[in-house]
């Protein structure tokens, strides 16, 4: 089992940049694939990043290509998401999650472990 704690969130204006954080519990952090989702006032949540257990792999969802990067330190256990070129449709609560399944995909339910979730919120 793993625990996830988010942190970086804020407010920033549109263009700016944010860089937050998932620090994980247990000695086990390296064989999980790790993800960013997000969620939006009465919107579902939705997958923006994912990084596979070595970070040799990623994948990213269409609206978020070439402005955010993911990636993950396993010596701290942490997974990263730098975002950059910020928009107010950016504005969410973002939630890292834990994946046992070794594949890189967006699919929310191959996402076994959830964050609290750090709000981001892009002014324009």
């Known amino acids: 089992q793993v625990q996830l704690v988010e942190s970086g969130g804020g407010l920033v204006q549109a263009g700016g940049s944010l860089r937050l954080s998932c620090a994980a519990s247990?000695?086990?952090?390296?064989?999980?694939?790790m993800g960013w989702f997000r969620q939006a006032p009465g919107k579902e949540r939705e997958f923006v990043a994912a990084?596979?257990?070595?970070?040799?792999?990623?994948y990213y969802a269409d609206s978020v290509k070439g402005r955010f990067t993911i990636s993950r330190d396993n010596a701290k256990n942490t997974v990263y998401l730098q975002m950059n070129s910020l928009k107010p449709e950016d504005t969410a609560v973002y939630y890292c999650?834990?994946?046992?399944?070794?594949?890189?995909?967006?699919?929310?339910?191959?996402?076994?472990?959830w964050g609290q979730g750090t709000q981001v919120t892009v002014s324009s």
């Open positions: 999650a834990a994946s046992t399944f070794r594949t890189v995909r967006p699919t929310i339910t191959r996402y076994d472990y």
């Open positions: 247990g000695r086990t952090f390296n064989t999980y694939t």
């Open positions: 990084i596979n257990w070595s970070g040799g792999s990623t």
